[in-house]
């Protein structure tokens, strides 16, 4: 898609524990037969003694595997129990419009996926990595849950053409020379008198490229788990390939600059961190490699980082009753979206489209369920191979 922004002018003890009866025989022994024979009442003693110190060892071993397990699931939820995990996406024909928006305690509705086509044999590959995480992990912040989003596809060098102002990928609106630094691939700089992305450096794709100058294209691609959802025809990246955007620039929107500070629910912690207070600092992005975690159509959940601002149009990239807000409002961009009820709240990289098992590789009918997370809360995955960690760069 190409309608992300890339230059923006101004953007007790409780698992049900069970009451435990040791159920203890009480020996009667009549008089009679103590006087008739003492053997018996030793014998009957004996008996009951036993009986008693079986029961007492039962209900020690007993109590001792509750004890066990208790503390296991305590140790297993230690990281937080502030938040509420994602649900797993279900699935209605895709031609059914998607329902209205939902609370957030209740699961996505998406479109199903139909088979996308066959993928050629890759020419590069990166290291095989995990497929997506069957549920959700705890997260260490308490961050809202936004359901049924429309999402749709963009990727590193998308149509390059100059004389679009926001349709070429070769920047973003944190990184003017983003498709260098994600590929390493040079092939020439956009003229300084372009309208889109002027100055930066074009040729590196996230995708297949072809042809040369302004010819040049860069077209997506299915992506494979058997991969990690790595490119298929390009050099291992230098850069995260699983990227997504979303309609808040906190660097060159004035709207959003300005009040980022009251609104970023991890700025204050990012200060005290870095102790420098970088609110009033525009060449500080706080938004910039920010991790989200996505549950897509498939159900599965994956994990990205932010690395632009979108989808959206003239001065909408500040929308923060969408993106920070715990009531899942949807998005204020009324754009680029099949579903009728709403606009598309989220693009994402072809790595992402391919790991949340989108049905179209550049469809605009997608629905995914998402959420902000910490980077300690984010598991073990193919988004770990290579972490973006740079700042803005102009």
């Not at 159920?23 to 008089?31: G, K, L, R, T």
């Not at 998005?331 to 989220?346: E, T």
Request: aromatic share 8%.
């Amino acid at each position: 898609m190409t309608h992300h922004l890339a230059v923006y002018d101004a953007a007790a003890f409780s698992p049900a524990d069970r009451l435990i009866h040791a159920q203890v025989s009480y020996v009667y022994v009549p008089n009679r037969y103590v006087t008739q024979n003492m053997k018996h009442l030793i014998t009957a003693l004996v008996a009951v003694a036993l009986l008693a110190f079986g029961g007492f060892a039962t209900i020690s071993a007993v109590q001792s595997s509750h004890k066990s397990a208790y503390q296991a699931g305590d140790r297993s939820s230690s990281t937080s129990t502030r938040a509420t995990p994602a649900p797993s996406a279900t699935s209605t024909p895709k031609a059914t419009p998607a329902p209205t928006p939902t609370p957030s305690n209740v699961p996505a509705s998406t479109p199903s996926s139909k088979p996308a086509p066959a993928t050629p044999a890759p020419a590069t590959t990166a290291a095989s990595a995990p497929a997506p995480t069957a549920a959700p992990l705890p997260v260490t912040g308490t961050y809202p849950l936004h359901t049924n989003i429309v999402s749709t596809t963009f990727w590193v060098g998308e149509i390059f053409n100059a004389s679009l102002s926001d349709g070429s990928q070769v920047c973003s609106t944190y990184n003017g020379q983003w498709a260098l630094q994600h590929t390493g691939v040079n092939m020439g700089t956009t003229p300084s008198s372009a309208s889109g992305c002027p100055g930066s450096t074009y040729g590196g794709c996230d995708g297949v490229s072809s042809g040369t100058g302004t010819n040049f294209t860069c077209a997506t691609e299915q992506r494979v788990a058997s991969n990690g959802y790595f490119p298929l025809h390009q050099p291992k990246p230098l850069q995260n390939p699983f990227y997504l955007d979303l309609p808040y620039d906190d660097v060159n929107d004035s709207v959003a600059f300005a009040q980022r500070c009251n609104v970023i629910p991890w700025a204050a912690a990012d200060n005290a961190k870095t102790g420098v207070n970088h609110c009033a600092d525009s060449s500080y992005s706080y938004m910039k490699n920010a991790w989200v975690q996505i549950t897509g159509p498939n159900g599965g959940v994956c994990y990205g980082q932010v690395e632009d601002a979108g989808p959206s149009s003239g001065s909408l990239y500040h929308d923060s009753a969408y993106v920070f807000g715990a009531n899942n409002a949807r998005p204020a961009n009324k754009s680029f979206s099949g579903d009728p009820s709403q606009g598309a709240g989220m693009d994402v990289s072809p790595a992402l489209n391919g790991c949340l098992g989108f049905a179209e590789l550049n469809g605009d009918n997608d629905h995914v369920s998402w959420r902000f997370v910490d980077r300690a809360s984010v598991p073990a995955g193919p988004w770990l191979n290579v972490v973006t960690t740079s700042g803005v760069t102009n």
